[in-house]
C-alpha cells in the first residue's frame, strides 16, 4: 500500500523551529522527487519547498528560503523539512507529496502522485 505519512508537526512560539517528517512506503523514494505544501484556513494549497529524486536539487518558496531546509534520506525512505525562525504566517497544516520524475523538483501541486495527510504547525505567542 503506497502511503505517506507526515509527523513533527505542532504548537510553537514565533522564533522557534520544527522538523517534519515525511515517511514513504509501499514506494521507494528515490525515483521520486518530493515536495512539501501548506495551506492556511481559507487560502490556496501552496508549495513550499522541494528535492528531486537524487536530492541534488532543491528549491524554496521565496518567504521560506533562509529559513527552511529539505533534505531526504533515501536509506530511511524519508524527507525532511527543517524550519527555523518560525513566524505566524507559517502557521498552516503542511503536506508532503511525491512525484516520479527522472530529476529536478516542482512547487507545483499539479501532477504530484501521492499526497499525505497532513500536519498541523501552529506559530503562536
Known amino acids: 500500500q503506497v502511503q505517506l505519512v507526515e509527523s513533527g508537526g505542532g504548537l510553537v512560539q514565533p522564533g522557534g523551529s520544527l522538523r517534519l517528517s515525511c515517511a514513504a512506503s509501499?514506494?521507494?523514494?528515490?525515483?521520486?522527487?518530493i515536495g512539501w505544501f501548506r495551506q492556511a484556513p481559507g487560502k490556496e494549497r501552496e508549495g513550499v519547498s522541494c528535492?528531486?529524486?537524487?536530492?541534488?536539487?532543491?528549491m524554496h518558496k521565496d518567504s521560506v528560503k533562509d529559513r527552511f531546509t529539505i533534505s531526504k534520506d533515501n536509506a530511511k525512505n524519508t524527507v525532511y523539512l527543517q524550519m527555523n525562525s518560525l513566524k505566524p504566517e507559517d502557521t498552516a497544516v503542511y503536506y508532503c507529496?511525491?512525484?516520479?520524475?527522472?530529476?529536478?523538483?516542482?512547487?507545483?501541486?499539479?501532477?504530484?502522485?501521492?499526497w499525505g495527510q497532513g500536519t498541523q504547525v501552529t506559530v503562536s505567542s
Open positions: 507529496a511525491a512525484l516520479q520524475t527522472r530529476d529536478g523538483c516542482t512547487l507545483l501541486r499539479g501532477g504530484y502522485d501521492y
Open positions: 509501499g514506494f521507494t523514494l528515490n525515483s521520486y522527487s
Open positions: 528535492v528531486s529524486a537524487s536530492a541534488r536539487v532543491t
